[in-house]
């Protein structure tokens, strides 16, 4: 199975921060990657996939790049609502699988 | 408007069986492969299967191959797993999750609430 590899695995950041949230795959998987917000009791939130098509309706604020083995989910400017915890999840192959996630606290 | 509603979690002990369903709206099921994903307390998502339009093609998580299955019945939109020799590790929010449409599509726009299974003895 592919492993997705999260860094790091939470940290704090203040709102207006520019945040950078990395995703390693074990191997290459083109550009067959997601990425999720899940706040506490909520069901996940789809932000990005294809590794940089954003989800309609997403604040432009997000934004995915990568290919190949090396991904990156990028907040521009942090708001409150976006505390949160986050997910990538490749689909190239089964079984597909989630990164182990990045919880972003504030400072 | 699109909607899954899960059902069928509970307390189990180990080495029972449960099994899951989902009940799709809003759109129309037999177009779209579906999967169930999970997530223990406390911890990171997991896929656990998928399950092609017409139920022809199935994909399970390693961990659960042999003890769970993944199944659909289009007439009834509705979206079961049936989860067998259940341990401990399989503790978890049970939800389901609906792909878009296309081949290469991965993604889960549309999940559900989630469903709770507690595997103790």
């Known amino acids: 199975a592919i492993r997705m590899t999260q860094s790091p695995s939470s940290f704090s950041a203040s709102t207006g921060d520019r945040v950078t949230i990395t995703c390693r795959a074990s191997q290459g998987i083109s550009s067959y990657l997601a990425w999720y917000q899940q706040k506490p009791g909520k069901a996940p939130k789809l932000l990005i996939y294809?590794?940089?098509t954003l989800q309609n309706g997403v604040p432009s604020r997000f934004s995915g790049s990568g290919s190949g083995t090396d991904f990156t989910l990028t907040i521009s400017s942090l708001q409150s609502e976006d505390f949160a915890t986050y997910y990538c999840?490749?689909?190239?192959?089964?079984?597909?699988?989630f990164g182990q996630g990045t919880k972003v606290e504030i400072k | 408007e699109v909607q899954l509603v899960e059902s069928g979690g509970g307390l189990v002990q180990p080495g029972g069986s449960l099994r899951l369903s989902c009940a799709a709206s809003?759109?129309?099921?037999?177009?779209?492969?579906m999967s169930w994903v999970r997530q223990a307390p406390g911890k990171g998502l997991e896929w656990v299967a998928n399950i092609k339009q017409d139920g022809s093609e199935k994909y399970y998580v390693d961990s659960v191959k042999g003890r769970f299955i993944i199944s659909r019945d289009n007439a009834k939109n509705s979206l079961y797993l049936q989860m067998n020799r259940l341990r401990g590790e399989d503790t978890a929010l049970y939800y389901c999750a609906r792909r878009p449409l296309g081949f290469s599509s991965g993604w889960y726009y549309y999940w559900g609430q989630g469903t709770q299974v507690t595997v103790s003895s």
């Open positions: 809003g759109f129309t099921f037999s177009t779209y492969s």
């Open positions: 999840q490749h689909y190239y192959s089964y079984p597909w699988t």
């Open positions: 294809a590794a940089s």
